[in-house]
């Protein structure tokens, strides 16, 4: 129960692999879908659109998602109310029967919590059927759910999770698997350094002193007692310690009354520099590892300028590396929105989930072939300001002739 919250705790500790995985789900959304279907209400308080994103996010992270669909059985069909997003972190499968079919998926926000063994997440936790269409295996379910939660409404889960040869039942992310020990390089690299700052790594020198650090020193008795050592190094530590007190000193007990207190400069290591090598090397790594393009990411790449061509290219193979997130996502929602109540065939047929723009600016062959009408509906949708200047300027002569390429 703890892998999904793992996942994502190692990822984020790392700086690279945060970045990296805002950047691929921002394009497994893609441009949201097609039309105006993601404007379609499917529950009281969220669109179509607002479930994309969410199960988009999952997807990314976890190569996991789950979708829930309350249905109401009306005149001997299913009719879809509602539909809703699980936070896959919560959505286990449940045990299979005894000829191997896994029916149920068990909801439970206290997975992986200190309560999750408690009364309290034991009444939280849901028991969902699996999504189906046939209505014969729908009708079999609602039965057996009015009989063990009269008062609940029946819900089905769609729960989707890649498979592969290791992992046929739960995903776990190719880019975790491989790069697991890389996120923690990169989130200790920055560990080491708050340290160093924190605890000034780097002396200024050593300070040796003559007596027993353990010697306790004498006190009230309201008081608890301390060391010798423990009162220097508190004392020291106020004197010396925090960034704004770099060269700090390390302190050397003796306990020879004869050896005179004596100050050595320290020489620094090259910690620096290694720890500097580390951390460029993952930020080449991290981005391939995950399959993010470094420029979307703002990662610098020596040699690279960032210009349009380099950036449309980014987006070209971004979008090629999420593709297969929104064809999932886009099967899955298609085979949901069957016969929801607003949602037209056609609609559904055509339902997609679009990939981001390639171009930041359409290319001149293509401008130049669109008519006006078609020039001002794009200036509309991209430069808004823009539009409206060239609208307020037309006048019935030109026709809306004037309008120039945004590309110059």
Known sequence: NAYPDYVALITNHSPMASAC??????????????????????????????????????????????????????NGI??????????????????????????????NPYYNTADEFSGRARKQEKKFFLYTNDLKKSSNQLGRHQKDSPKEPYTEVYFWSESNENDRVYSRPSYFESGEDLFRADAGIWEFY?????????????L???????????????VEPITRGQALDKTLGASFGGSEKAGSIMTVW????????????????????????????????????????????????SGKLGDSKEKEGAIRFQNEKTEWARTEMTKAFKNILQDFEGIATEELQALEIMSKEEYL???????QSLPENAKLEYIKK????????????ETPQDNGNNITNPVN
């Not at 209400?41 to 479930?51: F, P, S």
């Not at 790594?201 to 050593?206: E, M, Q, S």
């Not at 040796?208 to 309201?222: L, R």
């Not at 600016?361 to 401008?367: C, H, M, S, V």
């Open 21 to 74: 995985l805002g950047v691929f789900k921002e394009f497994c959304y893609g441009n949201g879908f097609n039309g105006k279907i993601g404007k379609k209400k499917v529950n009281e308080d969220e669109t179509l659109a607002d479930i994309l994103k969410k199960v988009a996010n999952d997807i990314a992270y976890l190569h996991r998602f789950a979708i829930a669909v309350e249905k109401e059985f009306v």
């Open 254 to 301: 003796s306990e020879n009354p004869d050896s005179a207190p004596s100050f050595i400069p320290y020489t620094s290591n090259n910690n620096d520099s290694k720890f500097a090598n580390v951390r460029d090397s993952t930020r080449v790594t991290i981005p391939s590892v995950m399959q993010v393009a470094p420029l979307l990411a703002g990662i610098e790449i």
């Open 382 to 393: 991209k430069f808004p300001d823009l539009a409206e200047f060239i609208i307020t300027q």
């Open 78 to 107: 299913f009719k879809k109310t509602k539909i809703y997003h699980l936070p896959i972190e919560w959505v286990r499968l449940g045990i299979p029967s005894a000829e191997g079919y896994v029916d149920r998926a068990h909801y």
């Open 361 to 367: 600016a359409p290319p001149d062959y293509i401008w």
């Open 194 to 206: 708050e340290a160093e700052i924190r605890n000034n790594f780097f002396l200024g020198g050593i």
């Open 208 to 222: 040796a002193m003559t007596g027993n650090p353990d010697e306790p020193i004498p006190t009230k008795d309201d």
